[in-house]
């Protein structure tokens, strides 16, 4: 089983300023296929996860540009330009390159 | 709109059954991949079971072979989770979710495991 883990697990951070989360696999995540199934998610309190960033580095559909995503084979990296209030939640990474698909621990970010 | 509208979760005692539904709307059903997803109070996602969009395959976690089984209806565009030998740590918010990507979830219908 990959095993995922992502830093930092809390993060504060101020209004208007970027944010940035890491997240790192146990093996590489890079498919047979030469694609590479790494997801960022985003769970705001209350609410089911919902999909940011799809392989690595393409942002879905209606999500806002302060959004990007990078890495490769085992380091990831979720960043975010400028930081809202409704950013506030918990944000995973996941993979599905290799089942059982797995998640990261989580990183809450909050505002200071 | 893609939705996916989970029920049949509830209060059950150990060792019971349960069959979980994921009805699917707004998008073709039989050209996606489905999964179910569980998160325990507090907890983080867990990954439970996935099927192709034919069925033709499926895979459980390790921790739920032998007791829990994933299936679809596409004519009916509806997902499975069949869940038997219930215990107390399968207590969760059961979501599914539609492809690998995990591009869509739904808001997930809770499951109680307790005597």
């Known amino acids: 089983e990959i095993v995922m883990t992502q830093t930092p697990l809390s993060s504060p951070v101020t209004l208007g300023q970027p944010a940035s989360i890491s997240c790192r696999s146990s093996?590489?995540?890079?498919?047979?296929?030469?694609?590479?199934?790494l997801s960022w998610l985003q769970q705001r309190p209350g609410q089911p996860p919902r999909l940011l960033i799809y392989?690595?580095?393409n942002r879905f559909s209606g999500v806002p540009d302060r959004f990007s995503g990078s890495g490769a084979g085992t380091d990831f990296t979720l960043r975010i330009s400028r930081v809202e209030a409704e950013d506030v939640g918990i944000y995973y990474c996941m993979q599905g390159t290799q089942f059982p698909c797995t998640f990261g621990p989580g990183t809450k970010l909050e505002i200071k | 709109e893609v939705q996916l509208v989970e029920s049949g979760g509830g209060l059950v005692q150990p060792g019971e059954s349960l069959r979980l539904s994921c009805a699917a709307s707004?998008?073709?059903?039989?050209?996606?991949?489905m999964h179910w997803v569980r998160q325990a109070p507090g907890k983080g996602l867990v990954w439970v079971s996935l099927?192709?969009?034919?069925?033709?395959?499926?895979k459980h976690a390790e921790f739920v072979k032998g007791r829990f089984s994933i299936s679809r209806d596409n004519a009916k565009n509806t997902l499975y989770l069949q869940m038997n030998s219930l215990r107390a740590e399968d207590t969760a918010v059961y979501h599914c979710?539609?492809?690998?990507?995990?591009?869509?979830w739904g808001q997930g219908t809770r499951v109680t495991v307790s005597s």
């Open positions: 707004g998008f073709t059903f039989s050209n996606h991949w």
């Open positions: 392989e690595v580095s």
């Open positions: 093996q590489s995540l890079v498919h047979s296929d030469g694609n590479t199934y």
């Open positions: 979710v539609r492809d690998l990507s995990g591009s869509f």
């Open positions: 099927i192709n969009n034919d069925g033709s395959s499926r």
